[in-house]
């Protein structure tokens, strides 16, 4: 491949002008805001889950912490509800120093 590299055509700029769109549109992390509301948003699948950390600053979601994993042997063979509430439970043990004392929202996704 190193040789002979495969020509440059219109698709891989068109392509390479797609990517730089998608990263400029990539949210940053933000700075958390002991004030700010909570939202725990999270998602799991056959595969594993993901949870993110979202605070309300000015009416804007910011997002501020987030983690993902995968499921064990065992717990690759639960429901898919037991995925969705076990994703839930460890998210907000993960996330717990920053929801102690406060409203928080959970959001499944």
């Given at each position: 491949l190193?040789?002979?590299p495969p020509?440059?055509?219109?698709v891989h700029t068109q392509?390479?002008?797609?990517?730089?769109?998608?990263?400029?549109e990539i949210p940053c992390l933000h700075l958390a805001s002991p004030l700010a509301f909570k939202i725990v948003e999270t998602d799991a699948s056959?595969?594993?889950?993901r949870g993110i950390l979202k605070q309300l600053?000015?009416?804007?979601?910011?997002?501020?912490q987030y983690k993902s994993g995968t499921w064990n042997h065992a717990q690759k063979n639960y429901v898919t509800i037991k995925k969705e509430i076990l994703a839930i439970v460890l998210y907000v043990q993960e996330f717990q120093s920053d929801l102690l004392n406060?409203?928080?929202l959970i959001r499944v996704v």
């Open positions: 190193k040789k002979s020509p440059w055509t219109d392509v390479a002008k797609q990517i730089k769109i998608y990263a400029k056959d595969i594993g889950y600053v000015d009416d804007k979601e910011q997002l501020f406060q409203k928080f």
